[in-house]
T-cell receptor, first 113, second 114 residues
Framework: DAGITQSPRHKVTETGTPVTLRCHQTENHRYMYWYRQDPGHGLRLIHY???????DKGEVSDGYSVSRSKTEDFLLTLESATSSQTSVYFCAINGLAGGDEQFFGPGTRLTVL | AQSVTQLGSHVSVSEGALVLLRCNYS??????LFWYVQYPNQGLQLLLKYTSAATLVKGINGFEAEFKKSETSFHLTKPSAHMSDAAEYFCAVSRKAAGNKLTFGGGTRVLVKP
């Protein structure tokens, strides 16, 4: 299994509070991604990173920010959580052994009340 | 822009029957195509991928998919369903020039009846 961990795995928070999700990899891969999963929508890209301090927006980036100060860590922040951000969040890294596939972490289930 | 359409959000098959999950894509350049599987309360696991080599791709757990450029399709099949195949399946497309960002279809949930 690719070395990807996410923390926390579950979180319940209230509207208006800041939330930070962490993705940690041990594979030294350049590319990291944050997706959210919602029924009927599959997974949608929030932000991605192509190197330390290099990030770009994805399809559903409004209300989210990211930071990557080290190769192994990619943080997703909800500055002021809203109920529409209740979702399951997945981190992914680019493929292993020269492949192009992404490998996914176990996910974080976030509930915003 | 890329997009992926999976026909049917739910599919029910009998154990031992053919599994056929449909995926059509749109992309302005030759894409990379993937099928992922998600078991309940788990992350996504790669089933197989197409990256411009053989058009018939074999994956894990007896699944295979055929890339048909003329039909812009990448349908997933398995000759004989097993109870353990009950899961949600996602088709996805990416382009290496676009940072390998994945665009997913909406997913198809497979129910296997005994």
């Amino acid at each position: 299994d690719a070395g990807i961990t996410q923390s926390p795995r579950h979180k319940v928070t209230e509207t208006g509070t800041p939330v930070t999700l962490r993705c940690h990899q041990t594979e030294n891969h350049r590319y990291m991604y944050w997706y959210r999963q919602d029924p009927g929508h599959g997974l949608r890209l929030i932000h991605y990173s192509y190197g330390v301090k290099d990030t770009d927006k994805g399809e559903v980036s409004d209300g989210y920010s990211v930071s990557r100060s080290k190769t192994e860590d990619f943080l997703l922040t909800l500055e002021s959580a809203t109920s529409s951000q209740t979702s399951v969040y997945f981190c992914a890294i680019n493929g292993l052994a020269g492949g192009d596939e992404q490998f996914f972490g176990p996910g974080t289930r976030l509930t915003v009340l | 822009a890329q997009s992926v359409t999976q026909l049917g959000s739910h599919v029910s098959v009998s154990e031992g029957a053919l599994v056929l999950l449909r995926c059509n894509y749109s992309s302005s350049v030759p894409p990379y195509l993937f099928w992922y599987v998600q078991y309940p309360n788990q992350g996504l696991q790669l089933l197989l991928k197409y990256t411009s080599a053989a058009t018939l791709v074999k994956g894990i757990n007896g699944f295979e998919a055929e890339f048909k450029k003329s039909e812009t399709s990448f349908h997933l099949t398995k000759p004989s369903a097993h109870m353990s195949d009950a899961a949600e399946y996602f088709c996805a497309v990416s382009r290496k020039a676009a940072g390998n960002k994945l665009t997913f279809g909406g997913g198809t949930r497979v129910l296997v009846k005994p």
